[in-house]
């Protein structure tokens, strides 16, 4: 997976990309449906487009905090593991990298910041780049959450039925 052409946003004071090809759409923070005595990362669940998506807050997975703001916005991000929201304080641009300013990090040897893969080292900017399926599976308890969802659905389409 490349970040050839990534979505910048931002989370706290920093930047962070992920892969364009990944972006299902940016939306503004909406409805979402809080579940109790889950992982506080997770701030429930929302529907998109009719599709049960869980919403997980980058601002409290990296610092501990809630995003918040007028500008904080939900990523729709798609991957092979689940499509899910993560929550940011600002979606900022659609970026360009050359390959020649992308630098592997040594972090990746680190377990708790596996999904950091890269750093965007411009001139005036460095831009750490997160691979969202390592994300979604770093976060403990992600597949019991995963698990409820796929419970959830076939709930609603025995319903349906």
Not at 76 to 104: H, M
């Amino acid at each position: 997976m490349g970040f050839e052409k990534s979505v910048v946003f931002a989370c706290g004071q920093e930047e962070y990309a992920v892969p364009v090809e990944q972006v299902v759409s940016i939306e503004k923070l909406e409805r979402i449906t809080p579940i109790p005595h889950l992982p506080n990362y997770l701030l429930g669940f929302t529907r998109m487009r009719g599709e049960l998506i869980p919403v997980i807050d980058f601002q409290r997975i990296l610092y501990h905090q809630s995003s918040q703001g007028e500008q904080v916005r939900i990523i729709i991000l798609n991957t092979d593991v689940v499509n899910y929201g993560l929550v940011v304080t600002d979606a900022r641009e659609i970026l360009d990298f050359d390959p020649s300013v992308l630098k592997q990090v040594g972090l990746v040897n680190y377990a708790k910041t596996a999904y950091f893969t890269a750093v965007a080292n411009l001139e005036d900017r460095m831009i750490t780049c997160v691979d969202p399926k390592i994300l979604v599976n770093s976060l403990e308890g992600i597949r019991e959450i995963i698990e409820y969802l796929h419970k959830m659905l076939a709930d609603e389409e025995n319903v349906k039925a």
